[in-house]
Nanobody
């Protein structure tokens, strides 16, 4: 069973930066495609970014493109989400998700494409 643990959330002023981490255990991490999603109060969970298990392919939501960067270090079983130029509308609980059935360069924006989910980490951006 794969376990995912997010960390790195917190309170930051608008324009600031945070780096989220998603640490995985329980399965060969290098074979997992990983995505980041977020959910703000009263809103549906939305896609943020994804990375293939090879790290070759990445995908971003339009709302974060150019500000967020997803990366992975398979030797550390960890995926990162570097978030720059944060805005109040980025405030949400951020979740990482992993899928173990993906081709090497596949990236997915739909929650149904992922088998495993973390518990989330809160990101709050003040104006």
């Amino acid at each position: 069973q794969v376990q995912l643990v997010e960390s790195g959330g917190g309170l930051v002023q608008a324009g600031g930066s945070l780096r989220l981490s998603c640490a995985a255990s329980g399965l060969t991490f290098g074979s997992l495609s990983v995505g980041w999603f977020r959910q703000a109060p009263g809103k549906e969970r939305e896609f943020v970014a994804a990375i293939s298990w090879t790290g070759v392919s990445t995908l971003y939501a339009d709302s974060v493109k150019g500000r967020f960067t997803i990366s992975r270090d398979n030797s550390k079983n960890t995926v990162y989400l570097q978030m720059n130029t944060l805005k109040p509308e980025d405030t949400a609980v951020y979740y990482c998700a992993a899928g173990n059935l993906a081709p090497p360069t596949a990236v997915y924006r739909t929650p149904a494409s992922y088998n495993f989910w973390g518990q989330g980490t809160q990101v709050t951006v003040s104006s």
